[in-house]
């Protein structure tokens, strides 16, 4: 059995209240390990141990924080087997991915912002014969990370990497679904030598040690990705303490796919943001629209390849879906599915749940599930589902696609396909989200700003923007007079 430690001024530790919650295997349905379930006195003991080493951390030269980055992305890079093993046994998303997408970017976030921290410069204004200012950036101080299970270290690294890089201390909170590369990482942080109380991670629920994370007056910004509820409470929390927030919340992303594309390409990118993660990505495309002259040859090429698309043991290397991160996840899911027959929604394909024999017969498997003839204002295609389940709607006109896609109360990405120059930059700048590929998806260039409007989020992480809110500007003015 796997006992989980939390990560606090730099040693390995029990919760200090000595209780543990069960860890769950979601490709067996077993029980493999314990996690701290830490309160609010793990928090305060881990704030504690940031604030002591916040005034030599911050002091340090940039480049030495750099370097100290960089050989955790190094560590990360060798240990990338026994991280990957651990990210798929913790969220039951097939190896193979979590070997060529999650630990890889974990590197790449600490490598990234690794080598951004000497270059992180700062603007003066010049008033020639009257003034001079120039804005100092100060690290904002002791900073609580939070984040979710879908993508664990990948998106866990993405809030702690800027932080410690502008000089922050850390206390972060990994989901208490997936702890189990947030432990790894520890262990990690220790052999490259980062200083004890700069990054403190500690383990348990969002009730249980998230909330005192919000709440404590010492804690001055709060990075979070997760549900959109969630967030709401955060910012409800945070807010009157006028911490700084940043928020990375829910989707319910558009593919559009226009009847002058690259069919081929956007059927089999369309299946890699429906179903990659076992759709669980916060960017996933769930609300497919097809333009009408093409709409019948992209399902049927959509169904063929969906036949590909192997559920199975997420260990084995021709596994293409894992099992969903938990059975809680997984009826919640399931639900979705009975709300959208009862919506008056056609089956085109899955819609069940899938028996993997052997040592996954009790795992959470669910099938890629498809529907078409729903109307765009339906709860199915309003709230965000977060597995594997996408909705076919065809359109006419390019008003009517961007009206449908713009419908929703979520703003994060969507996806254009279409050959046509002028349609993609005319519809891109309308598109309300903060991120809009276009005859692409998930393609990732870290220096961009990246983030949701509506009720996806807050802020912008990514670059110098991630860089900018661990920091608290002044600015200083001095008379040339
Ligand atoms: O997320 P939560 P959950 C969506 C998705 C999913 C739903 C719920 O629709 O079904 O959110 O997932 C911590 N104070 N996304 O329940 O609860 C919690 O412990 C402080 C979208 O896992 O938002 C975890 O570490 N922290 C998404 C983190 O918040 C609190 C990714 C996220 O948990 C807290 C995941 C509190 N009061 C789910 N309550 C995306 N956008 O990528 C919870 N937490």
């Known amino acids: 059995m796997l006992v989980l430690l939390n990560y606090l001024n730099g040693r390995l530790a029990p919760p200090l209240a000595g ?32 604030e002591a080493a916040l005034p030599a951390w911050a002091a340090r030269p940039a480049e030495e924080r750099g370097r100290l980055l960089e050989k955790i992305a190094d560590l990360i890079d060798q240990n990338l087997e026994a991280l990957a093993l651990a990210e798929c046994r913790d969220n039951g998303k097939p190896l193979a991915l979590a070997r060529s997408m999650d630990i890889p970017r974990a590197a790449s976030n600490f490598r990234f912002f690794g080598t951004a921290a000497p270059h ?36 866990f690294t993405w809030k702690i990497a800027p932080a410690l890089a502008v000089g922050c201390c850390v206390v972060a909170k990994p989901s208490e679904v997936t702890p189990a590369t947030a432990f790894l990482l520890s262990a990690l942080c220790i052999e490259a030598g980062l200083p004890p109380g ?14 005192a994370l919000v709440e404590h007056p010492a804690v001055k910004a709060i990075s979070f990705t997760g549900g959109t509820a969630t967030g709401r409470h955060l910012a409800a929390t945070a807010a009157p303490l006028f911490k700084k927030l940043s928020l990375e919340l829910g989707g319910k992303n558009p593919n559009i796919v226009f009847a002058d594309c690259d069919l081929a390409a956007a059927v089999a990118t369309s299946i890699r943001s429906s179903f990659a993660n076992q759709g669980q990505i916060c960017l996933c ?31 084995l290397p021709e596994t293409k879906q894992g099992a969903l991160v938990s059975e809680a996840h997984l009826h919640k899911v399931l639900a979705y599915i009975e709300l959208a027959h009862k919506e008056g929604g056609t089956l085109l394909a899955g ?12 795992g959470f498997f669910l099938e890629p599930t498809v529907f078409e003839n729903l109307p765009p204002d ?10 594997p389940v996408v909705t076919l709607t065809p359109f006419d006109t390019e008003a009517e696609a961007l009206a449908m896609a713009n419908a929703t109360d979520y703003g994060l990405s969507a996806t254009v396909w279409t050959r046509d120059l002028a349609r993609a930059h005319r519809l891109a700048p309308a598109l309300h989200c903060g991120v809009v590929w276009v005859n692409t998806w998930l393609h ?38």
């Open 378 to 387: 339906c709860r199915t295609n309003q709230e965000e589902i977060f597995g």
């Open 444 to 481: 990732r260039d870290l220096r961009t700003p990246f983030g949701g409007m509506k009720n996806s989020g807050v802020g912008r992480e990514g670059g110098l923007e991630a860089l900018r809110f661990f920091t608290e500007a002044q600015n200083i003015c001095i008379s040339l007079i």
């Open 120 to 155: 992180f410069a700062t603007e003066a204004h010049v008033q020639p014969g009257l003034a001079l200012n120039y804005t100092v950036r100060h690290p904002v101080g002791v900073v609580g990370c939070i984040s979710p299970w879908n993508l664990p270290l990948y998106l």
């Open 198 to 211: 700069v990054l403190n991670i500690v383990h348990g629920t969002g009730p249980g040690c998230g909330q």
């Open 285 to 315: 495309g769930s609300r497919l629209f097809i333009e009408r002259p093409i709409y019948e040859a992209f399902k049927v090429e959509f169904l063929r390849q969906l036949k590909d698309q192997t559920i199975g043991d997420p260990l």
């Open 19 to 50: 209780r543990y919650l069960d860890n769950i295997d979601p490709a067996t349905g077993r029980v493999y390990g314990q996690i701290p379930d830490s309160g609010p006195e793990d928090i305060a003991a881990a704030v504690a141990a940031a």
């Open 351 to 362: 819609g069940h749940r899938a028996t993997v024999p052997g040592r996954c017969a009790e």
